[in-house]
Every structure is written in structure tokens, then in C-alpha cells.
């Protein structure tokens, strides 16, 4: 645990929380439309207040996500975009922003490129974490090594029925932040969250000092401020992903999706979040 | 040597594990005690072999293809008809099995995935048998060629969800049968048809499967008065292969040959041979040969046969290949399609262009091999499902 002592994320939210405030994770899928639009998006939203950037480094079989991000991953493969070309425009982003930068990642593309070869590459580029949804922590033991050698945090997920034996055992190799799942089910807009989050944040904090997200099925500033109350930062991802694929390739995509960032980071800091 | 894998954290070697979204941790974990429950439970090993008599038609005869080895002149081979069993495949081995244990586990929902149908249609009839809803996911581009399965599962009453994702063929089909489970994980089943996915299903399957292989055992010991010089299946995720090769693993003078879909040819790139030409991946829960880019995204594969349709394979089928316990070979389509026809001539079995693979490689050895030499071939399916796919390839209009 010592080193997420250092963790550029957890610090970044820590201070978020210290000013009375909730931190926002904003994702977008990398490579969609290219990298280009997505060095340009991640800087731009940087400065309009998320906390925490979230990458998706495209999968040809996200079993984890729904149709949106499935789609966005599509359209990424199809532009051609590598783990290589990812890692390059994560350079580019801390070469102009200090915003904490997480891939989220399944573990195929990983284990291709070397677990040592990619923490490595993602350190050295100015990355700061990685979440990879199909790797629990029965198989992390490679990746968690690498990634700690480097100075990376290996971020979980708990979801509404993980048991607290899991969560204890998961807690105690978590790092940057505990990503909560809101639901059994997979990424997507979603009109409710069902889930008693307070009880299932509570259960985390239990074994766990690290600050905990909530994330999936979350796409407005009313219902990011609902959630906020039993956690730490939100996590939105697909409402900004049908953002980008609406306007992809006009020159209003940095702007829209940036004023969505706005509104959800101005909630976000509003006093009724507490 | 294998017979005590996998170990406890699901692997064969350095292949398996559960490479699953954590939602579905728990429900792995749940599935693996239930399935140490009934693999003790007399009653339970009673009720699977009841069904597997009285439903299934089971034990399969081992046959004696005279017709089909004298025309080749020279090993005789024998045909374990895995196409007799009710649904018409050796799927429904594994459904009863399986449906049992879910039935154990208090569920309600079946879930499952199909490429050729064949797995769907036994799955839809056990839930049907034992009035349980049944969705089954079916790329879309399995829907065009396999109509007539398509129908079969409906009129068993199961909901057939078409998948657009993707390549639309099998492997997305089992990704949307993942994304459902994931959704509801609380009252569904998710009864998988090969020995692919996380653990423990690899396990479970081919434990459901081996019934083939130990009849098949038996079967030629009592007709030939020895153990067989090879044993031959067709591999796409594997489960008829492992299920006839796993009771023979310990007999090391027995040739486990295993044979892929070459497709257009290997050489084409238009294939399915994943232990042929893959590398090590992870697919659908498990660390298995995986045909993918050098990127590791998973690239489109092709085959005549939908069943075998798959860029993955079971893990215990990686490890025999590693081990060198089993060699895998391939047939094309055209292999296939000349073993088709060459069975439906000689033996008056028309057999599933999946089952074609195996005989196309049996062809192959038969000839190679004296005259001494037995040679048991998994004839895993029938091919009633094939013939539209069939006439098509030879010019005939069947609409007509």
C-alpha cells in the first residue's frame, strides 16, 4: 500500500473532497473518432473540470460494456487505433495537462503487449492507472506487480453482490480509487439506479480508506448529484460517448461535450452533494 | 497425467482460469460449489444417467463404417454416433447435465449461446422438458444459415435473441449471452455449450461430455477386442473432442488427433484453426489459444461449418496440444464437404459438416495407416441442419 501513498488519482480526489466538493470521472473511448479528436477532447475536458480522465482503449469483445461504448469501440478499431497509438496520445495529454489519467482496459490487449512492456509504457507516457473489468483479482497478481513497479494503480470494481469476503480481499489490493459498479448489469445510460448505494459504498469503506467512485448507467447532473451523496466521484462515461458520436466530425464535438462536463462538474460542486 | 486438472483456481497448465467481470465472481464461485454437490451426490449421477437412457437414447452405438473403410483400403474405422442421440448431436449430453445442476441451484432462466444451433436446439429442449425460460443468443449471421434450427428452437419455445454485434457469429453471440447473465445474475442459468468460458464450465462440460469417450472405450474393447490406435474429433470450442479424448488420456499408445476448420485454407487467412495458427488469448472468461491480431483484438474466422466457427477453444485443448498428449490437425471445406459426400455414399449417413472434419481427417490416416490399424471417429451431429448449406456449394436450388 505504500505507494498509493503517491497516487496521482487519489490525491487529485482527496482534494476535490478537502474543498467540499465531489470529483467527476469523465470517459470517452479512445480513438473514437481518432486519436487526434481524443488528445483535443481529453485536454479540453481537463480544463472544463473533470477530476479524473478515463480512456477506453478499444476491445473487439467488451463483454462488459453496452451498446454505446460497444459501438464507440467499433468505430475506434475501425479508425485503426493501437495500444501503441493510445499510449502515445497519453504522452501528448500530460505534455499538456496534469489531469490524473486512467486506461480502462480489458486484459487481452494487456497480456498481447506484455503486462511489463505496458506499465512501463503507460508510466513513461504519464499515465497514472489502469481498470481492467474481466481481470479480478484471482488472475491480477502479473499485472498488479507490474503496475506497482512502475508506480501505476491497479483500480477495482465491486458490484451490488460482491460478498465482503470479496470486498476485503479486494480492498486490500486496491489502488487510486475502489471503483463501485451500480449495478449488476453492463455500461449504459439508465434512467434509474435501484442499488442501496449507501450501503454498498458503506460496505467499501469498511475495508478501505482509498476514496470510492460510483459508475454505470450515470448521465445527467441530477442524478450524478443523487449518487454523489453516498460516494466520493461519479463516473460518467456513455452519456459523453453518444455526445461523440453524435457530432463526430463537426467542429461543435470538443464544445458540446465539454459543456456536459461543465454541468456535471458544476453539480458536482454544489452544496447539495454532501 | 491430466485427469486431476484443472487445479483449484481453474487451470490446465498455464491455460483457463476466470478472466469474468467481478459481478460474475460470485456466480462462478456459486456454480463451482453446487457442481461439487452433485459430482458426490448418487442421486443426482442417477437422474443424469436416467435421462441420458430414457431421453437422450444413450449408450450411442460404436459402428463399424465397412462400407466407408473398404472404400479406402485401409484402416478400420468405427463411428461412435454421437448424430443418433435425441436433437440429433452430442449436445445434449451436456444440457441435461447442466440443466439438472441449474434445476439444483433453484433457477428459473436458462441462458445460452449458439453458432450452428445445435447447442441451442438442446438447450431449448431441456428447458422445454422441464418448463423453464429459455433465451438463446444466435448471431445474426448463423440465423441466415441455420433456419432450420432457428425454427426448432421456437417451436420449443425459446426466445431467440438475433446479435448484431459484431462478426454476428458465434463469439458475439456468447458475449451477449455474457451481457445477460451480467444483467441477471440473481435468477439465471447460463448454460454453456462448450468446454470454453471461465471455470469451472470447462470442467463441467467435458465431465457431462465423457460419457462419449467412455462408451466409446468400452464399446471397442468389447467389438474389436483392443484399445483403439487413434481417436478422431473436430474441434471448435472442443466439447465432443474432449468428451471423446478425456477417458482415453491415460492409454498413451492411443493417438488423440483433433481437427479445426481450415476453411479456405490456412494459409488464407480465412480460417478457424485456432491451435493451429492462434497464440495464447484471453476470450470469454478463459487464457486459451486465441486466433487475434497483434493487438490482441480478436480476428473475424471463417468456416463452411457454423459450429465450428469460433476464434477460441477450450483451455484443456491447449494443454494437450502443449503437452503433446493431443495433436490437432485441420480440413478445409472442401476436405469437409468431400467426407460429406463420401459418407452419405458409403455408409447412408449424411453427417454434420462439423462431423465432416473429423472424417475428412480420418480419410486422411485411414490411408496412411496398415490395414490393422483402428481408428474411432466422433460423428459428433447429424447433418439434416447442412443440406441447404450443402446444395448450395454443389449449385442446387432447394426452393425451387
Not at chain 2, 138 to 154: A, C, H, P, T, Y
Not at chain 2, 245 to 269: C, K, M, N, S
Request: aromatic share 6%; net charge negative.
Amino acid at each position: 500500500m505504500t505507494r498509493t501513498a503517491n497516487s496521482r488519482i487519489k490525491a487529485r480526489l482527496e482534494e476535490v473532497l478537502a474543498s467540499g466538493q465531489k470529483g467527476l470521472i469523465a470517459y470517452i473511448t479512445a480513438g473514437d473518432p481518432d486519436l487526434k479528436t481524443t488528445v483535443e477532447l481529453a485536454v479540453a475536458m481537463a480544463e472544463a473540470g473533470t477530476d479524473v480522465l478515463e480512456l477506453g482503449v478499444p476491445f473487439s469483445d467488451p463483454v462488459a460494456d453496452g451498446p454505446t461504448i460497444q459501438a464507440a469501440s467499433q468505430r475506434a478499431l475501425a479508425g485503426g487505433t493501437t495500444v501503441q497509438g493510445i499510449i502515445e496520445a497519453v504522452q501528448a495529454i500530460r505534455s499538456r495537462s496534469d489531469v490524473p489519467l486512467v486506461l480502462m482496459t480489458y486484459y487481452n490487449p494487456v497480456l498481447q503487449y506484455g503486462p511489463a512492456k505496458f506499465a512501463a509504457g503507460l508510466a513513461r507516457a504519464g499515465g497514472d492507472g489502469l481498470i481492467v473489468p474481466d481481470l479480478p483479482p484471482e488472475e491480477s497478481d502479473e499485472l498488479l506487480k507490474a503496475l506497482d513497479k512502475n508506480g501505476l494503480d491497479l483500480i477495482p470494481l465491486v458490484t451490488p453482490n460482491t460478498p465482503p469476503g470479496r470486498l476485503q480481499m479486494i480492498a486490500a489490493r486496491a489502488r487510486g480509487f475502489i471503483y463501485c459498479v451500480s449495478v449488476t448489469g453492463v455500461t449504459g445510460e439508465r434512467e434509474n439506479i435501484l442499488t442501496d448505494l449507501s450501503a454498498m459504498t458503506g460496505a467499501v469503506r469498511q475495508y478501505s480508506e482509498l476514496p470510492v467512485a460510483v459508475g454505470f448507467g450515470i448521465s445527467g447532473p441530477e442524478q450524478a448529484v443523487k449518487v454523489a451523496r453516498h460516494c466520493d466521484a461519479v463516473v460518467v462515461g456513455s452519456a459523453l460517448v453518444n455526445i461523440v458520436s453524435r457530432r463526430a466530425g463537426s467542429a461543435g464535438l470538443v464544445n458540446e461535450v465539454c459543456e456536459k462536463v461543465k454541468e456535471l462538474k458544476q453539480a458536482l460542486a454544489g452544496p447539495e452533494v454532501n | 497425467m491430466t485427469l486431476a486438472l484443472p487445479d483449484d483456481r481453474g487451470y490446465y497448465g498455464r491455460f483457463g482460469g476466470k478472466f469474468v467481470p467481478e459481478t460474475l465472481m460470485p456466480a462462478l464461485e456459486e456454480l463451482i460449489e453446487a457442481y461439487e454437490q452433485v459430482s458426490k451426490d448418487s442421486a443426482f449421477q442417477e437422474e443424469y444417467r436416467y435421462y441420458l437412457a430414457n431421453y437422450v437414447g444413450r449408450p450411442s452405438p460404436l459402428y463399424f463404417a465397412r462400407g466407408l473403410t473398404e472404400s479406402l483400403g485401409g484402416a478400420s474405422i468405427y463411428l461412435k454416433r454421437e448424430d443418433l442421440n435425441h436433437t440429433g448431436a452430442h449436445k445434449i449430453n451436456n444440457t441435461i447435465g447442466q440443466v439438472l445442476l441449474a434445476r439444483r441451484m433453484g433457477k428459473k432462466r436458462i441462458i445460452a449461446e449458439t453458432g450452428a444451433g445445435q447447442h441451442g436446439v438442446a438447450t431449448a429442449t431441456v428447458a422445454a422438458m422441464f418448463g423453464l425460460e429459455c433465451a438463446v443468443y444466435m448471431g445474426e449471421e448463423d440465423i441466415k444459415r441455420q433456419s432450420l434450427n432457428v425454427f426448432r428452437m421456437k417451436l420449443l419455445g425459446a426466445e431467440v435473441v438475433p446479435v448484431a454485434s459484431g462478426s454476428k457469429t458465434l463469439k458475439d453471440a456468447m458475449n451477449e449471452a455474457m451481457r445477460d447473465w451480467v444483467t441477471n445474475i440473481a435468477t439465471s442459468y447460463y448454460l454453456i455449450g462448450s468446454v470454453a468460458g471461465p471455470h469451472p464450465y470447462p470442467m463441467i462440460v467435458r465431465d457431462f461430455q465423457r460419457v462419449i469417450g467412455d462408451e466409446a472405450r468400452r464399446q471397442i474393447l468389447e467389438q474389436a477386442g483392443r484399445l483403439p490406435d487413434c481417436v478422431v474429433a473436430c474441434v471448435g470450442g472442443g466439447s465432443n473432442a474432449m468428451g471423446m479424448f478425456y477417458p482415453f488420456i491415460g492409454d498413451r499408445e492411443v493417438r488423440l488427433v483433433g481437427v479445426e476448420a481450415a476453411g479456405h485454407g490456412l494459409e488464407t487467412g480465412l480460417h478457424a484453426a485456432t491451435l493451429s495458427k492462434g497464440k495464447p488469448g484471453v476470450l470469454h472468461g478463459s487464457l486459451s489459444y486465441l486466433l487475434q491480431d497483434g493487438d490482441g483484438q480478436v480476428v473475424p474466422v471463417h468456416s463452411i461449418s457454423a459450429g465450428l466457427d469460433y476464434p477460441g477453444v477450450g483451455p484443456e485443448h491447449s494443454y494437450l496440444k502443449e503437452s503433446g498428449r493431443a495433436e490437432y490437425v485441420s480440413a478445409t471445406d472442401r476436405e469437409a464437404l468431400d467426407a460429406f459426400k463420401l459418407l452419405c455414399r458409403t455408409e447412408g449417413i449424411i453427417p454434420a459438416l462439423e462431423s465432416a472434419h473429423a472424417l475428412a481427417a480420418a480419410v486422411r490416416l485411414a490411408r496412411e495407416l496398415p490395414g490393422e490399424n483402428v481408428i474411432i471417429v466422433n460423428l459428433s451431429g447429424r447433418g439434416d441442419k447442412d443440406v441447404h448449406t450443402v446444395a448450395a456449394e454443389m449449385g442446387v436450388s432447394l426452393n425451387d
